[in-house]
């Protein structure tokens, strides 16, 4: 992994330190739904504060395209933010500029600016050099606690830290060390699952965990393609993809400790609708009219059995269309058996950690990663940008 300074090891007394956030946070007009990348900010935030610096904010929301858009504001989180700190949080009217520029300066010890949403430029994602300088004229030093961000290279995860000495924020740190030990001798037996719509959102989890993981369950509308491999019939069930993607993962597995285990039952429907009739059937025996919508009870049955032997578990992806009933008891059950594991449990961001807040289950898991792209970038191995950008 990548050698990296942390806020532990710079001097931020006095100092006005540029942070960047994940406030991509879900709104419902001026509220803010779901406080959770909030919250997981605030200890950097504090830290910062009670080393006597001044702190300077900067994030995303939602896809503005490179145009201001007030739907785009980030407002709500800075008032958000300015209940959970429990202190004035300023709101800058933009993120660049002579005016913003000012009240960065005038900042004080103790004092958080939030900037406003750095996706209004286009040369954000462009990671536009000028437009990163600009960034980090308004700061002394650089962290990065936006773990869900670091697999983009953009101005403010990865350009800002030409300019400015760069830390990592308790955040970032928490992620990377958590992730980290996923890959490096996890306690066996490492079960992994993985849910989700389509195998190419994880083939290279697959590939850079066979060999690693003592057992692979896959769940969701990604477990078809791999059964039709099989030679079964799937019906209308879905099938994202090349066919030859899961019959190397197969290949790859085989003479390996991985097993990869598939669905033995679903519970089918003949349309994706809230409550449509549906019935538990054998893969051996979906209809050509119907689909798969969840994992069948068997298959519940088992994939719990195995979590509960588990020392080490890694889960991203729902196990059915757990966005509607009863198609999401596969997901919730599995969610349960990880909760209950007494395994270093790890979920991978996503609808795997909605699952697990609706069901009230998040406090029982060892980590839950605030990065769904990132976390699984990681997982297959690949450098990050926003904590390259950090290394030594």
């Not at 980030?74 to 002579?98: H, N, T, Y």
């Not at 996890?186 to 994880?202: H, I, N, Q, T």
Request: aromatic share 4%; hydrophobic share 45%; glycine share 10%.
């Amino acid at each position: 992994m990548n050698k990296f300074n942390t806020i532990r090891d710079i001097d931020v007394k006095g100092k006005r330190v540029l942070v960047r956030v994940d406030f991509n946070v879900p709104l419902d007009g001026e509220k803010v739904t779901d406080d959770t990348r909030i919250r997981a900010a605030l200890p950097t935030i504090e830290a910062l504060l009670k080393e006597g610096a001044s702190v300077i904010l900067m994030s995303h929301l939602g896809r503005p395209k490179g145009k201001k858009d007030p739907k785009y504001s980030l407002k709500p989180a800075a008032a958000r933010l300015a209940e959970l700190l429990g202190r004035e949080v300023k709101m800058a009217p933009d993120c660049i500029g002579e005016e913003v520029a000012n009240m960065a300066k005038e900042l004080k010890a103790g004092d958080v600016l939030l900037l406003e949403n750095v996706r209004f430029y286009a040369q954000e994602t462009d990671n536009d050099e000028a437009f990163a300088k600009e960034l980090a004229s308004l700061g002394e030093v650089y962290v990065n606690d936006a773990f869900g961000s670091a697999h983009r290279a953009h101005a403010s995860t990865t350009g800002i830290a030409k300019f400015l000495p760069a830390a990592a924020g308790l955040l970032m740190e928490r992620e990377l060390s958590e992730l980290g030990k996923l890959l490096d001798n996890p306690a066996e037996p490492f079960v992994v699952l993985l849910g989700g719509a389509k195998v190419s959102d994880k083939i290279g989890v697959m590939q850079n965990l066979i060999g690693k993981a003592d057992y692979i369950l896959v769940g969701g509308g990604m477990a078809f393609p791999f059964l039709k491999v099989r030679g079964l019939e799937i019906g209308k069930s879905l099938c994202d993809g090349d066919l030859e993607v899961p019959k190397s993962i197969l290949a790859k597995a085989e003479g390996t400790k991985t097993q990869i285990l598939l669905p033995i039952d679903v519970v089918a429907a003949a349309e994706l609708a809230e409550n449509a009739p549906n019935e538990n059937i054998d893969v051996e025996n979906i209809p050509a009219d119907k689909m798969g919508l969840d994992i069948g009870p068997k298959t519940v049955a088992k994939f719990q059995d195995i979590i509960a032997q588990a020392k080490t578990i890694f889960w991203n992806g729902p196990m059915g269309v757990f966005e509607k009933k009863p198609f999401d008891l596969g997901t919730r059950r599995v969610a349960q058996a990880v909760a209950d594991s007494q395994a270093r449990s790890v979920v991978g961001g996503g609808d795997s950690v909605a699952a697990l807040t609706q069901a009230g289950l998040a406090p029982k898991i060892t980590h839950v990663s605030t990065g769904g792209g990132a976390s699984l970038e990681f997982v297959e191995g690949r450098q990050l940008p926003g904590v390259v950008a950090l290394s030594k």
